[in-house]
């Protein structure tokens, strides 16, 4: 093999596991206060995002917090410089798919959602 080729072969690589990294590392970097996305049962004819068939994988933190004894999610804290956000899924990302799905579930704060009858409102906090 020519001695180009095999440095472009060790270049393509070194580029393949370093995104590879950047992919994996930043779900397990995290600063300062975590996080929460909270759900509160609320009574209102008003309308609200159907979350029923919603999976856990895709709402990890939704259904997290509606399945728990106090209505709130794990906690979910942000990375340095904001690059954890570009490749991690957050409590963000579920209440504005919710808004962008049913807009007129939204709220000043976060979205209705409706789940087995009962009604919730889900916000992001950050006690």
């Given at each position: 093999m020519r001695r180009v080729t095999r440095n472009l072969l060790v270049a393509i690589?070194?580029?393949a596991v370093a995104l590879l990294a950047l992919g994996a590392l930043p779900g397990y970097l995290g600063s300062?206060?975590?996080y929460y996305l909270t759900v509160e049962p609320?009574?209102?004819?008003?309308?609200?995002?159907d979350v029923n068939n919603v999976s856990h994988r895709r709402y990890?933190?939704?259904?997290?917090?509606?399945?728990?004894?106090d209505g709130r999610s794990g906690g979910y804290q942000t990375g340095p410089y904001g690059m954890k956000e570009w490749f991690t899924h957050t409590p963000f990302d579920e209440v504005d798919a919710l808004t962008q799905q049913v807009p007129n579930a939204s709220t000043e704060t976060g979205v209705r959602v409706r789940r087995d009858g009962e009604v919730y409102h889900a916000e992001v906090i950050r006690p």
């Open positions: 690589a070194l580029v300062g206060d975590p609320i009574e209102t004819n008003d309308t609200a995002a990890p933190y939704l259904v997290g917090a509606i399945e728990s004894d």
